[in-house]
């Protein structure tokens, strides 16, 4: 009786010493999944603490990684062990308007609550300079959605998107992100919307189906009319890392994948098999030298009706 007695107690404390610091969450899980191409990918939490989901956001400020999310913001240090931040959503719908860091704060253009068919949008800005709490602005912010804000030249900048009538060809930046000016109409790509900006090496790049490239933001040379032959591809996050453009999450022909596109000059594409699920919109950051993502979705085709969420936690670095 004794020696089961203390059996049990072993498993039991066994059981208690090897739980996740975490509430409610899985243990870390430090999987690595080694290359050929030179890069590796590690698997840094199954589950991570907000809820699993996709087209929200990853940032790195101030030398800490964040994630904006709809149901708030969490903080991490190492991509592993985070901490939920007092500052909540202020922009509400993440799937049709950005965040963007600037000039050492966090700047939510606009406001958008509810779906393309029946949405209510004021164009008003919010700013944060001590991730705690936002203050809310009125400027002429373009009232439109579906863009990525970027950064470049000390100004904030916005390519097309579009309104419920329209896309739009333009460009507009701010030197304070209140006070706006159209610089030019009518660019060489034509209407856009949920196109993505990158810059590498003192060049920016265009990133849709096609790539442009531009020095100044205002005159675009067109590279590529697709980044992968005969295939459209959409849904994806863009990041930089070791003089790359990578492209993680793609759709392609309307099927998630889970391969990454890389390319070090914006022509010219090479494919990388990813040990996650297959999935598009996800969130990414650079940190440190390596991209970090989470997130994201996959279904709505035939095979796989039901959408399937994520908020698993992966790395991307160079093999040492």
């Given at each position: 009786m004794l020696q089961n007695l203390i059996i049990v107690c072993f498993i039991v404390f066994l059981s208690c010493s090897g739980r996740s610091t975490q509430k409610d969450h899985p243990p870390t899980v430090q999987t690595s999944v080694h290359s050929d191409t030179g890069y590796v990918w590690t698997k840094?939490?199954?589950?991570?603490?907000?809820?699993?989901?996709?087209?929200?956001?990853?940032?790195?400020?101030?030398?800490?990684?964040?994630?904006?999310?709809?149901?708030?913001?969490?903080?991490?240090?190492?991509?592993?062990?985070?901490?939920?931040?007092?500052?909540?959503?202020?922009?509400?719908?993440l799937a049709f308007l950005d965040y963007v860091p600037f000039k050492g704060a966090v700047?939510?253009?606009?406001?958008?609550?509810?779906?393309?068919?029946?949405?209510?949008?004021?164009?008003?800005?919010?700013?944060?300079?001590?991730?705690?709490?936002?203050?809310?602005?009125?400027?002429?912010?373009?009232?439109?959605?579906?863009?990525?804000?970027?950064?470049?030249?000390?100004?904030?900048?916005?390519i097309g998107g579009e309104d419920k009538e329209r896309k739009y060809a333009d460009i507009w930046n701010s030197t304070d992100g209140i006070s706006w000016t159209k610089q030019k109409d009518d660019l060489p790509f034509g209407k856009r919307s949920n196109s993505q900006v990158v810059q590498m090496n003192g060049k920016l790049y265009l990133l849709d189906n096609d790539v442009w490239v531009s020095t100044d933001a205002l005159n675009w040379e067109k590279l590529t009319d697709e980044i992968v032959k005969g295939e459209q591809i959409f849904g994806y996050s863009a990041q930089v890392m070791d003089n790359k453009i990578w492209l993680l999450g793609c759709n392609r022909n309307g099927q998630f994948t889970s391969q990454v596109l890389m390319s070090s000059d914006g022509k010219t594409w090479t494919g990388m098999d990813a040990p996650w699920s297959p999935r598009g919109g996800i969130a990414a950051t650079v940190f440190h030298g390596n991209i970090y993502m989470t997130g994201g979705k996959y279904g709505g085709t035939p095979n796989h009706p039901d959408f399937r969420y994520s908020n698993d936690v992966w790395k991307l670095e160079t093999k040492r």
């Open positions: 840094l939490l199954d589950s991570a603490d907000w809820k699993k989901s996709y087209n929200f956001q990853m940032f790195t400020i101030r030398d800490t990684m964040w994630v904006f999310h709809a149901d708030g913001n969490w903080f991490s240090t190492d991509g592993m062990s985070w901490q939920k931040s007092a500052l909540s959503n202020s922009i509400y719908n700047y939510g253009l606009g406001y958008f609550k509810g779906n393309i068919e029946t949405f209510s949008y004021r164009p008003e800005i919010h700013i944060t300079t001590d991730m705690k709490r936002w203050s809310t602005v009125k400027g002429n912010l373009p009232a439109r959605f579906f863009y990525h804000p970027f950064v470049f030249d000390n100004k904030i900048w916005i």
